[in-house]
């Protein structure tokens, strides 16, 4: 389940439409128009540093999903991995401890 999870949400990243949701999720001219004494530059940039971290926050922990999915179901090509891969113990480690 946590697999096919993972994948619609790597699909639907590919396929987002990112100008769009920059503009109409990260667009706080909206609230400066309405509280002005609020909102400063300060907030603006704490706003968008809040909404990006959680985006990429949310995009690693799918990508770690699928990591440890391809991991337990063995959906891996091992001689690849020997072969073009450093640090793959590591990430194993972690994946399998999510």
């Known amino acids: 389940m946590y697999g096919l999870a993972a994948v619609f949400a790597l699909v639907v990243a590919t396929q987002a439409d990112w100008p769009k949701i920059q503009k109409n999720f990260f667009n706080t001219e909206i609230a400066a128009d309405m509280f002005p004494e609020v909102i400063t ?32 179901h063995d959906w891996l090509d091992h001689d690849y991995i020997a072969n073009h891969t450093l640090g793959w113990e590591q990430l194993r480690e972690r994946a399998l401890n999510c």
């Open 41 to 72: 530059s300060a907030v603006k940039n704490t706003a968008l540093y809040t909404a990006l971290s959680f985006v990429l926050g949310m995009v690693l922990a799918l990508a770690l999903a699928l990591m440890h999915e391809l991991i337990v």
